[in-house]
């Protein structure tokens, strides 16, 4: 159950990645797809994959080979966190679901907060 609980974490790291590099440029959570802000290519599912992709691609776009700021995979590993470690102490429920939400909104707050200038 933790497990389960930290890959929907991650999922949700990784959005709250796309919320706060796109609400500010008035973009759509939803579309376009992912793709580099560099050289603007459509990412793929294999590119996409939390924390994973971005260390087998050594933080860099698989297409252009531009450097992916490392608040990508560390915004994804703190909401793995911040769903996995309530889980793992008070068990699934409202509890700790509301743990999450609180955690969740920090770490949102801390993506939005990351200087977009190194992204
Ligand atoms: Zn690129």
Redesign the pocket.
């Known amino acids: 159950m933790v497990l389960l609980a930290v890959l929907v974490g991650l999922c949700l790291g990784s959005f709250l990645n796309v919320v706060a590099w796109r609400l500010p440029r008035g973009e759509s959570v939803l579309w376009p797809p992912s793709h ?1 802000p ?4 459509r990412l793929a599912v294999r590119d996409l994959v939390p924390v994973l992709s971005w260390v087998l691609l050594r933080g860099r ?6 450097p992916v700021s490392v608040r990508y995979p560390l915004v994804e590993a703190l909401g793995g966190i911040a769903v996995g470690l309530p889980v793992a102490i008070w068990g699934p429920g409202f509890g700790a679901m509301r743990a999450s939400l609180g955690l969740l909104a920090v770490v949102g707050f801390l993506s939005a907060a990351w200087p977009k200038a190194a992204a």
């Open positions: 580099c560099a050289c603007g290519h776009c698989r297409y252009c080979r531009a």
